[in-house]
């Protein structure tokens, strides 16, 4: 208990949409550790883009408890969330989700210029992010320039330097093939290896099979909450699709 | 104070989207521009009619007799009376309130025909008797020589002074009149100097440039007026209303001539303060027009950059979404649209108030160009059409306001966008 990162105690969400009011989360419990790397899987509808933006405090909760990094997250003001973000989170979405109009440096860059770092410093920070991810000679390219993996790993650098506790990462692997989803998944683990806990949404049972412990969301709660054994094994990959 | 990433986004932002990112601008560039158009027109009629006017005398006011319309003391209504000597004696005695007093006498007889001749030159000239107190209330500058003095209305010099369009006719360009004789309705009369007024935008009777003005007393000796006086201007001490004493002024003047104290037609009387009071508040009407349309054509032009603001920050949902989520605080978002606002409103006034500037400089040029054209005696009534400093950093400070003012709500919208909705929009 004492390294858990993400812990989430009976949390219930609901959407009111006119007088009807849509039970999304129905008491969920989480607890995430230091250094975990975590993936919720379940179908559309389940909750689990919910319980990610309650997680990533794009969205508020409506009963329970969620702690990050043993701080109680509660309804605050916009600046406080956006401090917390920035201080905590990173962000990978499937749609990368870049700036068009800013180069890949620019990306990068991006949350430290919230932290109001200045731009020489924060720019060859971003380079030094760049470099680990093979991006070093695509710095002063536009997204529009850049491929689909190359656009993820961007994205990738962009969650990293901020020097998160945490990333979450909506189907990073969504909207590519299967050898750049390879490639990316890699790039997260090595992550993961430098002690970020990751969480990864994702409905490919290939993706879940690379990450240490699998949740299972079904209509708003928890359906099964399982550690991988099989961890970074090809195989079991196999073995887990035959359970289902 | 210059960050580029901010500044990246407006241009981009502008740069993509040129033809709405003008004519969204042109409303607030059309607003300073008639607004300072027509500051610059205003202060060009404010000017043009001062100009003409500003040495006159204000607390002047002028009275002279008219028939009367009551029977009083036995006499009829309708009978026809003069001022005299004496009149101007008794009001200097009896009325604290008055400063100068300036007696005249209107020529008219005199003034038929060709009355004035030199060798083989002749024109033909109004006549006006004149205390040099005159010169208080109607002031003049010399071309040449002096005015008429106290020992010329003494003595009863047969002296004259001219106007400059006399001048003109009866001498030789460049020929000193000085102690010069000219024949004026029969009688030689040595010019003493030529005048110029400074006031062309108040007439008397007649056109002071073709005027030759003589001593009072001179006057009513030569030509036979006898006691007359036709009429007069007088101006009232430092703090003594002008209104209150013509009023005191009438009081006498009725009293001495036997005309019933409530006849108010019998006495024809101008007072200069009050025009000058009602032209003050003509003027600020005007202004207050203009600036009642032009900050209406600004507002206009705000609302244009407010609406197209709002488009802006719809297209950019995602974006702004993606910066949430990554941390910036909503106080960046809303810096930025007002920015970005603000930029385009000033830009857009900036060249308003330089292209109305360059208008208004053109019609100068032009206006300054046509009045050397003109005739002399031509009158103007508009000149110097301009905007002062102050009124041009005034409306830069509005166009800020403006800017900020139009950026409020976008920005508000901008806020209110919540990251999970503008990450879901696809």
């Given at each position: 208990?004492?390294?858990?990162?993400?812990?989430?105690?009976?949390?219930?969400?609901?959407?009111?949409?006119?007088?009807?009011?849509?039970?999304?989360?129905?008491?969920?419990?989480?607890?995430?550790?230091?250094?975990?790397?975590?993936?919720?899987?379940?179908?559309?509808?389940?909750?689990?883009?919910?319980?990610?933006?309650?997680?990533?405090?794009?969205?508020?909760?409506?009963?329970?408890?969620?702690?990050?990094?043993?701080?109680?997250?509660?309804?605050?003001?916009?600046?406080?969330?956006?401090?917390?973000?920035?201080?905590?989170?990173?962000?990978?979405?499937?749609?990368?989700?870049?700036?068009?109009?800013?180069?890949?440096?620019?990306?990068?860059?991006?949350?430290?210029?919230?932290?109001?770092?200045?731009?020489?410093?924060?720019?060859?920070?971003?380079?030094?992010?760049?470099?680990?991810?093979?991006?070093?000679?695509?710095?002063?390219?536009?997204?529009?320039?850049?491929?689909?993996?190359?656009?993820?790993?961007?994205?990738?650098?962009?969650?990293?330097?901020?020097?998160?506790?945490?990333?979450?990462?909506?189907?990073?692997?969504?909207?590519?093939?299967?050898?750049?989803?390879?490639?990316?998944?890699?790039?997260?683990?090595?992550?993961?290896?430098?002690?970020?806990?990751?969480?990864?949404?994702?409905?490919?049972?290939?993706?879940?099979?690379?990450?240490?412990?699998?949740?299972?969301?079904?209509?708003?709660?928890?359906?099964?909450?399982?550690?991988?054994?099989?961890?970074?094994?090809?195989?079991?990959?196999?073995?887990?699709?035959?359970?289902? | 104070?210059?960050?580029?990433?901010?500044?990246?986004?407006?241009?981009?932002?502008?740069?993509?989207?040129?033809?709405?990112?003008?004519?969204?601008?042109?409303?607030?560039?059309?607003?300073?521009?008639?607004?300072?158009?027509?500051?610059?027109?205003?202060?060009?009629?404010?000017?043009?009619?001062?100009?003409?006017?500003?040495?006159?005398?204000?607390?002047?006011?002028?009275?002279?007799?008219?028939?009367?319309?009551?029977?009083?003391?036995?006499?009829?209504?309708?009978?026809?009376?003069?001022?005299?000597?004496?009149?101007?004696?008794?009001?200097?005695?009896?009325?604290?309130?008055?400063?100068?007093?300036?007696?005249?006498?209107?020529?008219?007889?005199?003034?038929?025909?060709?009355?004035?001749?030199?060798?083989?030159?002749?024109?033909?000239?109004?006549?006006?008797?004149?205390?040099?107190?005159?010169?208080?209330?109607?002031?003049?500058?010399?071309?040449?020589?002096?005015?008429?003095?106290?020992?010329?209305?003494?003595?009863?010099?047969?002296?004259?002074i001219i106007g400059e369009r006399v001048y003109e006719v009866m001498f030789e360009r460049g020929e000193d009149p000085v102690g010069q004789y000219m024949k004026?309705?029969?009688?030689?009369?040595?010019?003493?100097?030529?005048?110029?007024?400074?006031?062309?935008?108040?007439?008397?009777?007649?056109?002071?440039?073709?005027?030759?003005?003589?001593?009072?007393?001179?006057?009513?000796?030569?030509?036979?007026?006898?006691?007359?006086?036709?009429?007069?201007?007088?101006?009232?001490?430092?703090?003594?209303?002008?209104?209150?004493?013509?009023?005191?002024?009438?009081?006498?003047?009725?009293?001495?001539?036997?005309?019933?104290?409530?006849?108010?037609?019998?006495?024809?009387?101008?007072?200069?303060?009050?025009?000058?009071?009602?032209?003050?508040?003509?003027?600020?009407?005007?202004?207050?027009?203009?600036?009642?349309?032009?900050?209406?054509?600004?507002?206009?032009?705000?609302?244009?950059?407010?609406?197209?603001?709002?488009?802006?920050?719809?297209?950019?949902?995602?974006?702004?979404?993606?910066?949430?989520?990554?941390?910036?605080?909503?106080?960046?978002?809303?810096?930025?649209?007002?920015?970005?606002?603000?930029?385009?409103?000033?830009?857009?006034?900036?060249?308003?108030?330089?292209?109305?500037?360059?208008?208004?400089?053109?019609?100068?040029?032009?206006?300054?160009?046509?009045?050397?054209?003109?005739?002399?005696?031509?009158?103007?009534?508009?000149?110097?059409?301009?905007?002062?400093?102050?009124?041009?950093?005034?409306?830069?400070?509005?166009?800020?306001?403006?800017?900020?003012?139009?950026?409020?709500?976008?920005?508000?919208?901008?806020?209110?966008?919540?990251?999970?909705?503008?990450?879901?929009?696809?």
């Amino acid at each position: 208990m004492d390294n858990s990162i993400i812990r989430v105690e009976t949390l219930h969400k609901s959407y009111v949409n006119g007088s009807n009011a849509l039970h999304v989360l129905k008491g969920v419990d989480l607890d995430i550790r230091q250094g975990e790397m975590v993936s919720i899987m379940g179908s559309s509808g389940s909750g689990k883009s919910t319980l990610l933006n309650i997680i990533g405090i794009l969205d508020n909760y409506d009963a329970g408890a969620y702690y990050l990094d043993g701080i109680k997250i509660e309804k605050m003001s916009e600046t406080r969330a956006a401090r917390f973000r920035n201080k905590y989170i990173g962000f990978v979405f499937q749609s990368f989700n870049l700036i068009s109009f800013k180069n890949a440096m620019e990306n990068v860059a991006l949350p430290l210029y919230y932290q109001k770092v200045s731009r020489k410093k924060r720019n060859m920070i971003a380079l030094e992010y760049l470099e680990k991810l093979g991006l070093r000679e695509w710095a002063h390219h536009l997204p529009s320039e850049l491929s689909g993996g190359q656009k993820q790993r961007v994205a990738i650098a962009r969650s990293l330097i901020s020097k998160p506790k945490v990333i979450l990462a909506d189907e990073p692997t969504g909207a590519l093939d299967s050898v750049t989803s390879t490639e990316v998944m890699e790039i997260l683990k090595e992550v993961n290896a430098t002690g970020i806990s990751i969480i990864i949404v994702t409905h490919e049972n290939e993706i879940a099979a690379q990450t240490q412990r699998i949740i299972r969301l079904r209509d708003g709660i928890i359906e099964s909450n399982e550690v991988n054994h099989n961890f970074s094994n090809e195989v079991s990959a196999g073995v887990l699709l035959e359970q289902r | 104070m210059f960050d580029k990433d901010r500044w990246q986004e407006i241009f981009i932002a502008i740069k993509q989207n040129k033809l709405r990112s003008v004519l969204t601008a042109f409303g607030v560039f059309w607003g300073i521009f008639m607004l300072v158009v027509m500051t610059g027109s205003g202060n060009g009629l404010v000017n043009g009619v001062t100009q003409g006017t500003a040495n006159f005398a204000s607390n002047s006011a002028f009275m002279w007799t008219q028939n009367t319309t009551k029977p009083y003391k036995g006499f009829r209504q309708g009978r026809w009376w003069n001022f005299n000597n004496r009149d101007m004696e008794i009001i200097r005695d009896q009325v604290p309130g008055v400063d100068v007093i300036a007696p005249r006498l209107q020529g008219w007889d005199v003034s038929q025909g060709e009355n004035v001749h030199r060798g083989l030159r002749s024109g033909s000239f109004t006549v006006n008797g004149d205390y040099p107190a005159y010169n208080l209330i109607d002031p003049s500058e010399m071309i040449h020589g002096r005015f008429l003095n106290e020992m010329d209305i003494h003595l009863r010099r047969k002296v004259c002074i001219i106007g400059e369009r006399v001048y003109e006719v009866m001498f030789e360009r460049g020929e000193d009149p000085v102690g010069q004789y000219m024949k004026v309705s029969g009688v030689y009369f040595q010019v003493v100097g030529v005048f110029r007024t400074l006031n062309p935008n108040i007439q008397l009777g007649s056109n002071k440039s073709e005027s030759i003005y003589v001593p009072f007393t001179t006057m009513q000796q030569v030509y036979n007026y006898g006691d007359r006086v036709h009429y007069f201007g007088f101006t009232a001490k430092q703090g003594h209303s002008v209104a209150e004493t013509a009023e005191q002024v009438m009081a006498v003047l009725k009293n001495n001539h036997s005309v019933a104290p409530d006849d108010k037609d019998a006495i024809g009387h101008f007072n200069v303060e009050e025009m000058v009071r009602t032209m003050t508040y003509l003027f600020l009407g005007i202004n207050v027009l203009i600036w009642i349309v032009g900050i209406g054509t600004l507002i206009a032009g705000a609302v244009g950059i407010s609406n197209i603001m709002v488009v802006v920050v719809k297209e950019r949902t995602k974006e702004i979404g993606i910066q949430r989520a990554i941390g910036a605080r909503p106080w960046t978002i809303v810096s930025q649209v007002l920015t970005e606002s603000v930029f385009l409103t000033t830009i857009a006034g900036f060249i308003g108030l330089s292209l109305g500037t360059l208008v208004l400089h053109g019609v100068d040029t032009a206006l300054t160009h046509s009045q050397a054209a003109m005739p002399a005696d031509e009158q103007v009534f508009f000149t110097n059409p301009e905007i002062g400093v102050t009124m041009a950093v005034a409306s830069l400070i509005i166009l800020v306001i403006t800017g900020l003012i139009a950026g409020l709500i976008p920005a508000q919208k901008a806020v209110r966008i919540k990251p999970i909705e503008a990450l879901r929009h696809e």
